[in-house]
């Protein structure tokens, strides 16, 4: 059977990042690699090299755990644990490296005294059954 390869998530397909390296200085510089342990990260780094321009690439678990010299449960594990970081997308036999996005930024604002004033009226108006 042969597979065809296609995007598993197209909002993250990976680019080339700006700096002089393959693998994203966010890695390590948004604290990504820190919620991976050594065979997460192991797994993580052989998908980066052999993936391609899409961050695609193709490994039998049979394979992967033969060279990188992990039993079947490990690798299981490793992988589940990049899937949570957001670092990999995965389909069997299908891996996706997805892009290192920063996450969203929330904007906070300070309310004016008369803004806070309306919203408690709502509130109460909600809390005794009223249509505020």
Do not use: N
């Amino acid at each position: 059977m042969v597979a065809i390869k296609r995007v598993i998530c197209s909002e993250r397909v990976r680019k080339i990042p700006t700096q002089f390296s393959w693998v994203d200085h966010r890695l390590v510089g948004e604290r990504h690699i820190e919620r991976c342990d050594v065979h997460a990260a192991a797994l993580y780094l052989f998908l980066v090299t052999v993936a391609d321009v899409q961050g695609l690439s193709y490994y039998a678990d049979a394979s992967l755990a033969r060279r990188l010299s992990m039993d079947p449960v490990r690798l299981s594990k490793a992988r589940g644990d990049l899937i949570r970081a957001g670092l990999i997308a995965y389909q069997r036999p299908l891996y996706q490296v997805l892009a290192l996005d920063s996450p969203p930024r929330i904007e906070v604002r300070e309310l004016s005294a008369e803004e806070i004033a309306v919203r408690l009226d709502r509130l109460r108006a909600v809390m005794e059954g009223r249509t505020p």
